[in-house]
C-alpha cells in the first residue's frame, strides 16, 4: 500500500540554524500539507499547497517558513531561522482532492531545537 | 476561530468492553468531520470522514455517527481488544484547501 514518507525522523538542531524536513508524498495525490504538534498540544495546521502555490496558511506559517516541491516527488518544509519554539513533531500530509478527501500522513519528524 | 473538542481525554477500558468517544465541534459553515487512529510510533490513519448530517460509517468494530446541528460525532468501538489501543483523533476540515483543526484527541488503553 502506498504511504507517505518522511526524513529525517529526528532531526537536532541549534537555534537560529536553517532546517529542512522533507516528505514524499503518495505519487498521485495533489494535494500536499504540514501539520505539527508541539508536545502536549493539539496538531495544528501549517499549510496546504496544491498547483504548485501555498492555498492556505495557518498564522504560525510565517516568513521563517516555507514550503516547495522542487522536483515533482518531494515536498519541503524549510524553516530559516530556528526558535526554540519550533520544537515540535512535524507530519506531512497528502490527499486526492482538497476538500472531503481523506489525509495520508507521514510518521513525522521530531525536530529539537537547543 | 474553529475549536474541536474531544473527550475523553483518555479511557481506560478492559478486554471486551464496548466504548465510545465525544467530538464537539462548531456547526456553523460545517465542511466535514475526519477520525484518525494513531498509534505510538506510527504515522496518524484514517478511519472515516463525513460530510452529511445523520452520516453512520462502519468499518470493523469501529462505527461512527454525525450530527452536523449541533456540532458533534461519536466514534464506538465494539468489543475493544487490546490492538485498538491507540489515540483516536477528530479533525473539522474548513473547505476545499483541506486544512484540517483537530481536537486534542481520546488516548484508549485496552488491558487484557
Redesign the interface.
Known amino acids: 500500500e502506498p504511504e507517505v514518507t518522511q526524513t529525517p525522523s529526528h532531526q537536532v538542531t541549534q537555534m537560529g540554524q536553517e532546517v529542512i524536513l522533507r516528505c514524499v508524498p503518495i505519487s498521485n495525490h495533489l494535494y500536499f500539507y504540514w501539520y505539527r504538534q508541539i508536545l502536549g498540544q493539539k496538531v495544528e495546521f501549517l499549510v496546504s499547497f496544491y498547483n504548485n502555490e501555498i492555498s492556505e496558511k495557518s498564522e504560525i506559517f510565517d516568513d521563517q517558513f516555507s514550503v516547495e516541491r522542487p522536483d515533482g516527488s518531494n515536498f519541503t518544509l524549510k524553516i530559516r531561522s530556528t526558535k526554540l519554539e519550533d520544537s515540535a513533531m512535524y507530519f506531512c500530509a497528502s490527499s486526492w482532492t482538497g476538500d472531503s478527501n481523506e489525509q495520508y500522513f507521514g510518521p513525522g519528524t521530531r525536530l529539537t531545537v537547543t | 476561530i474553529l475549536n474541536v473538542e474531544q473527550s475523553p481525554q483518555s479511557l481506560h477500558v478492559q478486554e471486551g468492553d464496548s466504548t465510545n468517544f465525544t467530538c464537539s465541534f462548531p456547526s456553523s459553515n460545517f465542511?466535514?468531520l475526519?477520525w484518525?487512529r494513531w498509534e505510538t510510533?506510527?504515522?496518524?490513519?484514517?478511519l472515516f470522514?463525513m460530510?452529511l448530517n445523520g452520516d453512520e460509517k462502519k468499518k470493523g468494530r469501529i462505527s461512527a455517527t454525525l450530527n452536523t446541528k449541533e456540532g458533534y460525532s461519536y466514534l464506538y468501538i465494539k468489543g475493544s481488544q487490546p490492538e485498538d489501543s491507540a489515540t483516536y483523533?477528530c479533525?473539522s476540515?474548513s473547505?476545499?484547501?483541506?486544512?484540517?483543526?483537530?481536537?486534542?484527541?481520546t488516548t484508549l488503553q485496552v488491558k487484557p
Open positions: 465542511y466535514a475526519h484518525y510510533a506510527k504515522s496518524p490513519e484514517a470522514v460530510t483523533l479533525a476540515g473547505g476545499n484547501t483541506g486544512k484540517l483543526i483537530f481536537g486534542q484527541g
